[in-house]
């Protein structure tokens, strides 16, 4: 069974620039969601979706963040504009259902804001 | 106030020195705690879900319990193959996660 694929793997970019994360979650997995780990921390709930909709962005600074599920498939975490403290792993994490579901892992986008 | 409190943070035990990581919560209407192994330059990956107080899960040299307001990570015998960062993380309210700030564990040959 193939894991959660995320990509890019690593991405450098300057302030104020924009900056787009993609994820393709387990197969047949219902619940997606995107975390903020910043180094020598848990990871952060960014968002979390079920199919298409949204479950949970209370965490998600929505003035410069956005995401979206088209289809209940592929998801897409985009940053405009980038600042300092965006400088994080970009985890993104899928289960069957988000009720007492082992969540797996994709590899995480490593973003550096210089 | 974090929700999750992991200790310590930071663990160095000889290979051999049995030890134990605790997670303490303080949501109210737990649903479930994970533990979660993370190696460096990777994404964290699951070891175990507890439900209830009172409930043990083994695999290999680790074992996780779960009390009414904490869980702990029971490592024993390690092996330098088990340093790594141990996650743990609640499941409550609307299932919405909340993670730890983890243990990093070193275990030295």
């Known amino acids: 069974e193939a894991g959660v694929a995320q990509s890019p793997r690593y991405k450098i970019i300057e302030k104020r620039q924009s900056v787009a994360f993609w994820c393709n979650p387990i197969?047949?997995?219902?619940?997606l969601y995107w975390y903020q780990q910043i180094l020598g921390q848990g990871p952060k709930l960014l968002i979390q979706f079920q199919n298409n909709g949204v479950v949970d962005d209370s965490q998600l600074p929505k003035d410069r963040f956005s995401a979206e599920r088209l289809k209940g498939v592929d998801s897409t975490l985009k940053i405009q504009p980038a600042k300092l403290e965006d400088s994080a792993v970009y985890l993104c994490?899928?289960?069957?259902?988000?009720?007492?579901?082992?969540?797996?892992f994709g590899p995480g986008t490593r973003l550096l804001v210089l | 106030e974090d929700q999750v409190t992991q200790s310590p943070e930071a663990l160095r035990l000889q290979e051999g020195e049995s030890s134990s990581l605790n997670c303490s919560y303080t949501v109210s209407g737990l649903r479930g705690l994970f533990w979660y192994r993370q190696d460096p330059g990777k994404g964290p990956e699951f070891l175990f879900t507890l439900y209830s107080a009172g409930e043990e899960k083994e695999k290999e040299r680790l074992k996780a319990t779960l009390t009414k307001k904490e869980s702990f990570l029971h490592i024993t015998a390690p092996k330098p193959e088990d340093s790594a960062t141990y996650l743990c993380a609640v499941l409550w309210g609307s299932y919405i996660p909340t993670f730890g700030r983890g243990t990093s564990l070193i275990v030295h040959p």
């Open positions: 994490a899928s289960s069957e259902l988000a009720s007492l579901r082992t969540q797996y």
């Open positions: 197969s047949g997995h219902a619940t």
